[in-house]
């Protein structure tokens, strides 16, 4: 019962990681400072702050009709896109494997290469792009060392 409340809580965490990853690389690709400790998320459009509820991954894109609440602007489907891949990537990977550790790096490896590869392909480029890189890289870290534990707890049990 433990392990597979586990497991739960490992996909509940990809899924907000796969959120995370995504505004990462959008911000990234726009040329946005990336801040670990900012959680704000705006329109695009209007430049209205959304409300958390609005920041659901994937449901809020779903619930709102992929527009934004308070100016009706279309929001990108691609953002709606790439939060899908990321998550479901990431639990399909990882309850194929039956949750092994393992799998929880090649999550790693497969985001920052993503990231990577849109950076470079699209993204503006310049002094503030590496720093941008660093700081992202830094914040996932963090997050992706949260899921860790939750793989490592997984064993345990």
């Known amino acids: 019962m433990l392990q597979s409340s586990i497991e739960i809580v490992i ?6 990681v796969g959120a ?17 400790g900012n959680s ?4 695009e459009s209007c430049g209205c702050k959304l409300t958390l509820r609005q920041q659901i991954p994937i449901f809020s894109y779903l619930f709102s009709r992929g527009r934004c ?4 602007h279309a929001i990108a489907p691609g953002n ?11 639990i399909l990977a990882a309850a194929i494997t039956d949750f092994r550790p393992f799998i929880w790096i090649l999550c790693v490896i497969f985001y920052e290469s993503v990231k990577l590869g849109c950076v470079l392909h ?26 860790g534990v ?4 997984h064993t345990l049990v």
């Open 40 to 43: 704000d998320c705006f329109c």
């Open 150 to 153: 939750l793989f490592y707890f």
């Open 80 to 90: 709606f896109i790439l939060e899908l891949l990321f998550t479901t990537v990431f």
């Open 69 to 72: 609440r308070s100016c009706g």
């Open 122 to 147: 699209r993204g503006k480029r310049g002094r503030e792009l590496a720093k941008g890189l660093l700081f992202s890289f830094l914040g996932n870290t963090v997050n992706f060392s949260l899921v």
């Open 20 to 36: 995370y990853a995504t505004t990462d690389i959008l911000r990234l690709l726009k040329g946005h400072p990336v801040s670990v």
């Open 11 to 16: 996909c509940m965490a990809f899924y907000v």
